[in-house]
């Protein structure tokens, strides 16, 4: 028997049923050995030499027993440098190989393959062609894996005594959270800058009407849309025109109000828009990010869930290229089911912009073109996911779309107004992958054709600052700059969220104040571990690791003996209050009467005396003093949504603070006396929003709990009886909204 090992559950069930008898496919669920969690794990004194211990004893023991019954061992885990070191890992454990990697003598026979889609084909093609493990990608996988170490267990622990406990830094998060601190900040900083634009609303015939002039305000509303044709001034004395202001606008309006308005000019261009290039794991996130609004973490989990289901190819890879069969295949299938007019005229070619040759997979797509989104049953999400790869790698094959642009072009003195269009003549490759084509048809004219004004406007605008990030652009922005790699954006932009250095609002990323203060420490005084070239300078060094071209270990060398000494030294030189200080308040002390200034605390914001630590008067960002908020539990607004305070055992009311995860009953000696309480519904309120208590099977009514993802009911006697009902946390929010609860 041939013991197989893959990575996923799902993934083992599908390549056993391809492989048949003889083999046994096992997963071993991710990296079986990893880096500690509590302890940095490398020993820097010892050439940065990993100190590894086993994360998952079960799945190892259950790989280990099996292996004693096994003739030999077939790696077959992903084809990236993760992947590859998990293999090595296994192997190691297993016994049959060196840290090395070297086989070692008198052993069972190991084999290494790779595959970049589950289907019998080939999984079949890719057992006939083993190869060994690459120590190359191996040794790069240990170097990113070693150098974020150093960085995240050397330079969080000065986080932690600088600014709060807690907190982190990361090679790659870190650079990503001072590109959305930066953006805040030009948006902050941007002063809008006034600008007009210059209309004319022309007709074929002469309207009875006096021709009507307007100045219309940037805040002032639209006019119903005229059935007219709308000219823009586009160029004064064949130059770009720029109106600064109303003046300006007003002074050509009165050189042009009187004269004609004829024709000078019509161009018609045709204009090929080609079809984009198969999906990357970054282009995949983006358009799933801009068009179903997915963020990148579902994607990828979703794009996990089809690539283990046999419908795609791996979903991790920075290649744009497609496999001879697969072109043949999305060619023929054009062809069948479109016609030859939609098929491009050659095969096109997308060159990979991947530096790492073992690492140039092929783009995301489908592994057969014919199984059709909608006649494949998925969930409503997967099917989404998966009809956005197979059309665009199909669409990648097909004709180049033909528009035609028009413009018409008036003169009138030494200014130039146009109008232009345009529209589609050959859909081609947009049949199946629509982008964006705003179609307008401009009305039949001739040259030399007088056209008559309805109306002259002008309009004021104003500048607008740069947009702040979105998930897509800012994976955009990452992959630019040659930050990161495929398996890394996601993962990123997790982390910066469930950190609290970033927040999103709608689908935008804005910094918090924790976010801003550890980038503000972090580009004064180790600008390095936040410069975009410098980090993507790591990426280039470490792609120079997986082609066997840099000694990993003289890698590490190169970066932490420097910036071990820098952080001795900042580690003596900075001081708390120099980063925990936001700015003046205009509020006093409820204590001492001094000024209090604006801290980051814990929880956030909030004001503290300017005497601390000697007076330890607070009020909260809003003004308030706790005594104050806590009034708030005996309104009768709190009361018409909340239960009354509980009461301690000498009858005194509990207070209501705010924490971490909200509002919460606090023991009047809180936090001497360790003793809280949930805040809770009344009971009208409750059933408003959760209804009646679903029973559990033994007929005892659930409890609502609130655990780590959110509420949920329980058996009454939950854990010991682990019985729960989901709840449906959109329903839940929507009945919040409606009866004015915000939390």
């Known amino acids: 028997m041939v013991l197989v090992i893959v990575e996923s559950p799902a993934k083992a069930k599908t390549i056993e049923k391809y492989l048949g008898k003889g083999y046994k496919v096992m997963a071993s669920k991710g990296h079986v050995v990893d880096l500690p969690k509590s302890d940095l794990g490398i020993d820097v004194e010892k050439n940065y030499e990993p100190i590894y211990v086993v994360t998952k004893e079960k799945s190892l023991e259950d790989l280990q027993s099996k292996f004693k ?8 885990v992903d084809s990236d440098r993760e992947g590859e070191a998990i293999g090595w890992h296994i192997a190691r454990e297993l016994g049959l190989i ?72 990361g090679r790659v998060q870190s650079v990503a959270v001072r590109l959305i601190v930066d953006r805040e900040e030009e948006r902050e900083k941007f002063d809008p800058e006034e600008y007009w634009s210059l209309f004319s609303y022309l007709l074929a015939k002469k309207s009875t009407k006096p021709l009507e002039i307007k100045y219309r305000k940037s805040d002032e509303e639209k006019d119903e849309e005229s059935n007219a044709m709308k000219f823009e001034l586009s160029k004064i004395d064949d130059k770009k025109a720029e109106l600064k202001d109303q003046k300006q606008v007003e002074k050509i309006v009165s050189e042009i109000e009187q004269e004609q308005w004829i024709v000078n000019a019509i161009e018609n261009k045709e204009v090929k828009r080609s079809p984009k290039t198969p999906f990357t794991t970054s282009t995949m996130q983006q358009a799933a990010a801009n068009r179903l609004g997915l963020s990148a973490k579902n994607t990828m989990r979703i794009a996990q869930k089809l690539y283990e289901a046999g419908l795609i190819t791996y979903m991790r890879t920075d290649s744009t290229n497609l496999a001879a069969s697969a072109v043949e295949q999305a060619r023929k299938f054009i062809t069948q089911n479109y016609g030859d007019k939609y098929l491009s005229a050659t095969a096109r070619q997308y060159k990979t912009q991947a ?86 048809a401009l009305p039949a004219l001739k040259v030399g054709q007088e056209l008559f004004p309805e109306m002259i406007l002008g309009q004021q605008h104003f500048t607008q600052p740069p947009a702040r990030y979105s998930e897509a652009t800012l994976i955009k922005a990452l992959e630019s700059f040659g930050i990161g790699r495929p398996s890394t954006y996601a993962p990123t932009i997790s982390t910066i969220l469930s950190r609290k250095y970033v927040e999103k609002e709608g689908k935008y990323l804005f910094p918090t104040d924790t976010g801003r203060v550890v980038n503000k420490l972090l580009v004064k005084h180790f600008p390095e571990i936040v410069d975009t070239g410098f980090t993507a300078q790591v990426e280039e060094d470490l792609d120079k690791v997986a082609n066997g071209e840099r000694d990993w270990k003289e890698m590490m060398d190169d970066f932490y003996t420097p910036f071990a000494k820098h952080l001795e030294i900042k580690d003596e030189e900075l001081k708390r209050e120099d980063f925990t200080v936001l700015g003046k308040s205009e509020y006093k002390c409820p204590v001492c009467g001094k000024a209090m200034i604006t801290k980051l605390g814990r929880y956030g914001r909030f004001l503290s005396c300017s005497d601390f630590p000697e007076c330890k008067g607070m009020r909260g960002v809003d003004g308030r003093t706790e005594e104050e908020v806590a009034k708030d539990a005996y309104s009768k607004d709190f009361l018409s949504i909340y239960q009354e ?30 003793d809280a309480k949930p805040l809770e519904y009344n009971k009208e309120v409750f059933k408003k929003i959760y209804g009646v208590a679903p029973k559990a099977k033994d007929g005892k009514k659930m409890i609502l709990r609130r655990g780590r993802f959110g509420e949920f009911w329980a058996h009454p006697k939950y854990p010991d009886k682990k019985e729960v009902v989901r709840i449906n946390k959109k329903e839940v929010a929507e009945k919040k909204k409606e009866l004015g609860i915000e939390e």
């Open 69 to 76: 019954e096994a003739d030999a061992l077939i790696l077959a």
């Open 98 to 169: 060196d840290k090395n990697g070297k086989i070692k003598p008198k052993q069972k026979q190991l084999q290494r393959i790779v595959f970049t889609e589950i289907t019998k084909e080939a999984i079949k093609a890719a057992v006939e062609n083993p190869r060994e493990i690459d120590m190359n990608l191996v040794n790069a996988q240990q170097a990113r894996r070693v150098l974020d170490r150093l960085v995240g267990y050397k330079l969080s622990p000065l986080l932690w005594k600088k600014i709060r406990f807690g907190l982190s830094a």
């Open 355 to 440: 530096k790492v040759a073992q690492e140039a997979h092929e783009a995301i797509r489908p592994t057969d073109f014919n199984k059709v989104p909608k006649l494949i049953k998925l969930g409503v999400q997967e099917q989404k996911v998966y009809n956005l790869i197979w059309s665009r790698a199909l669409a990648s094959q097909m004709a180049s779309a033909l528009l035609e642009r028009s413009k018409v072009v008036i003169d009138v003195k030494n200014y130039k107004f146009q109008l232009t269009g345009q529209r589609v003549l050959f859909e081609g490759f947009l049949k199946i992958y629509s982008q964006s084509v705003n179609e307008f």
């Open 645 to 674: 305070a509980p009461k301690t055992d000498d009858g005194r009311d509990y207070l209501l603070k705010t924490g971490r995860y909200g509002r919460f009953w606090a023991h009047p000696d809180y936090p001497k006396v360790k």
